[in-house]
């Protein structure tokens, strides 16, 4: 988990960001929908992979 990652989550984000506006405007609610749900997922990938360095940061911290 890095910066790729984040990238790539940034990227489904934007991108369903335009898929909602493009439905929005052309009155496609499916379209609109799709961009919804887009988001979230990446939203979700993005939190799991906060969680995840989190759990690694923790892990190192019992370490020392």
């Given at each position: 988990?890095?910066l790729?990652?984040?990238?790539?989550?940034?990227?489904q984000?934007?991108?369903g960001?335009?898929?909602?506006a493009t439905?929005?405007?052309?009155g496609?609610?499916r379209?609109e929908?799709?961009?919804?749900?887009d988001?979230?997922?990446?939203?979700?990938?993005e939190a799991?992979r906060?969680?995840?360095?989190?759990?690694?940061d923790a892990k190192?911290?019992?370490?020392?």
């Open positions: 988990m890095g790729d990652d984040k990238v790539q989550h940034e990227a984000n934007a991108k960001k335009a898929k909602e439905g929005a405007a052309t496609n609610d379209m929908a799709e961009g919804r749900e988001q979230g997922r990446a939203k979700a990938k799991g906060h969680v995840k360095e989190a759990a690694s190192d911290t019992f370490k020392r």
